[in-house]
């Protein structure tokens, strides 16, 4: 098996007491809503995390709330890797007894340590807040709300950190699935820590989790996402914005793991989630979980129930897991990668000519006026089968051809998509 390590570039971590901003700045770095803001005090629950170039310098970019004593945990872990804390104040309100206890705190860690003063929107509150200190080597004043003083925040972190080359992700993969599917505890498995918290209550995972892996020479980012409900249950503010933020994952990443709790029979809401991925066309591969709590017969049975509640992912490849026993989890990584692999795959010409002169001999195809067949495109693989004018051909023959072309090429874990079109579209 290829050697498996979480990959660790310099780290800079963004911690504070709630509701001071801290995910809002964290959007803002990253340009894009990754961790949630509310106004609802310890909203954040995991420890975001993103990769982040400033100044030719890539590092790691960590969030977390002091809020949930469950999570403390994976801040004290998070405290011990990074190298450099961001302390995050509020300018407006000004110190506070919380905020003390946290700087007493950290004056045992190693790591380069810089107070931020957030919501300092204007030169008045500046002013105001000159006199913030807590003894730090540096201290920096910035607005999360209108983004300015950020640079210099960025400025300071890459002064104090190694520098690092770390690729761009070769794969992209997120966890997607109902609440307490187990989604977490694989997401944790993989990574042999605890970077998602698990709790036994549901939509403990509000924040999508980032975390990325190397092995077998690739860069590999792993996103665990909140568990989707139907939408009339999603009654507060809160979890509509997890539903919609595991949406969003979809559109950043290839493969799908599709999570489904392989103890109980699959419902409406897995049929739904499994429709959304055909519907985004990404690579998928199905992972029945607490494979620990079902026997030899009873996954022969929800095997045959997938066959009927899921036909959409009939191509997507199955593996029972178990987060306790260990089953299956080394073989998700390389479902992965194979799912990608067949998601770019770009046919040789010698393969298409070889698949056009079978289309031609076919008894389903061969009394078809053909013209020509292509490969349009990849991620997912896209094909043409072009007829000559006026032919108006069975809808079923470009589904028949996407059959024949998984059967002769595989393309493991990935949609196949084959367009029809007459000589007279195509001009």
Known sequence: MPTLKELKPSSALLVGRVNVGKSTIFNRLLNRYQAITSAEAGTTRDLNRSLLTWQGKTFCRSGKDLANQASRHLLQRALNEAAVILHLVDGQTGLTPEDRELARQLRSIKAHRILVVNKIDSQNKRLVATGISLGYPDTIMVSAKNGSGLGDLLDLVVAHIESTNEPSPSLRAAFIGQTNVGKSSLFNALLKTDRSLVLPTPHTTRDRVHDFLETSGLT??????????????????????????????????EVAFITIDGSVPPSWQDQHIAQQITEVRLAAVILLTKADLVNKEERLSAEKRLDHWMPMLSWAPRLWVSAVSGEGVNKILPLAQAASA???????????????????????????????FAQTSISPPTFKLTLKQKTNPPLAIGDWAASQLRKKFSFLGSPIIVRMETTRQAK
Do not use: C, M, Y
């Open 220 to 253: 590999i980012e792993l996103i665990d996402t909140a568990g989707l409900r139907r939408q009339h249950n999603l009654a507060p503010t809160l979890e509509k914005q997890s539903a919609k933020q595991s949406l969003s994952a979809l559109q950043r990443v």
């Open 342 to 372: 067949s998601w770019h795959q770009q046919l040789t010409k010698s393969e298409l000519d070889n698949f056009w002169a079978f289309l031609k001999r076919n008894r389903t195809t061969g009394r078809l006026p053909l013209a020509d």
